[in-house]
Structure formats: structure tokens, C-alpha cells
């Protein structure tokens, strides 16, 4: 038992130590929707936040300077599609989709 409490303050420890303070994102995440509809933009967004996908969003790029990720769902937490920094990714329409912000 001593040994297993050693192991998971270690953990713990090197999780902490590793640990970097967040950052909001420098740039936009860019949401393109139809050729009617303005395109919709969440600029410098926060880690770990997590948007809710328009119903008619077709293409997200990422603009930032982070990592974003699409996620099946409106809650993002399912682990999702990693889009990197200048890239873009087809966004199903839908509105059950969501994305976050590394």
C-alpha cells in the first residue's frame, strides 16, 4: 500500500512539475457556413473552451497559434480531431459538433 501511495505522489508530482500555465490562443478560429451567411469568428479564444459548431458550419480553419479540435458532440469531450495552427478541417453540418481550443 506504501508503495502504490509513492508511485501516485510521483505521478502526481511529475504532472504538476510538467505543468504550463494556459494561454489564450493568438488568432482566429474561422468558421465558414454557406455562400449566404457571413463566416463566424472566435477571436483569441481561451484554452480549454469549448464552441458550439453552427448548425450550417461547413469548413473550420484554425488561424491561431494552437492546436484546435473537433469534437462529435456539443460538450468536447470526446477526444475529436486535432487541427493544427494554418490548417482547416470539414466541419459536418449539423450543429452536433463542437470545438476546443488547446
Given at each position: 500500500?506504501?508503495?502504490l501511495s509513492t508511485v501516485a505522489?510521483?505521478?502526481?508530482g511529475g504532472v504538476l512539475m510538467g505543468a504550463v500555465p494556459a494561454h489564450a490562443a493568438t488568432g482566429e478560429v474561422v468558421v465558414f457556413k454557406t455562400e449566404f451567411?457571413?463566416?463566424?469568428?472566435?477571436?483569441?479564444?481561451?484554452?480549454?473552451s469549448c464552441h458550439q459548431l453552427p448548425a450550417t458550419a461547413h469548413v473550420l480553419f484554425n488561424m491561431t497559434d494552437s492546436e484546435?479540435?473537433?469534437?462529435?458532440?456539443?460538450?468536447?469531450?470526446?477526444r475529436g480531431v486535432l487541427v493544427v495552427p494554418d490548417?482547416?478541417?470539414?466541419?459536418?453540418?449539423?450543429g452536433l459538433f463542437s470545438f476546443s481550443v488547446a
Open positions: 500500500m506504501k508503495a505522489a510521483l505521478v502526481l451567411e457571413d463566416l463566424e469568428r472566435y477571436t483569441d479564444p481561451a484554452p480549454g484546435v479540435r473537433i469534437h462529435p458532440g456539443t460538450t468536447c469531450l470526446t490548417r482547416g478541417w470539414h466541419a459536418p453540418p449539423s
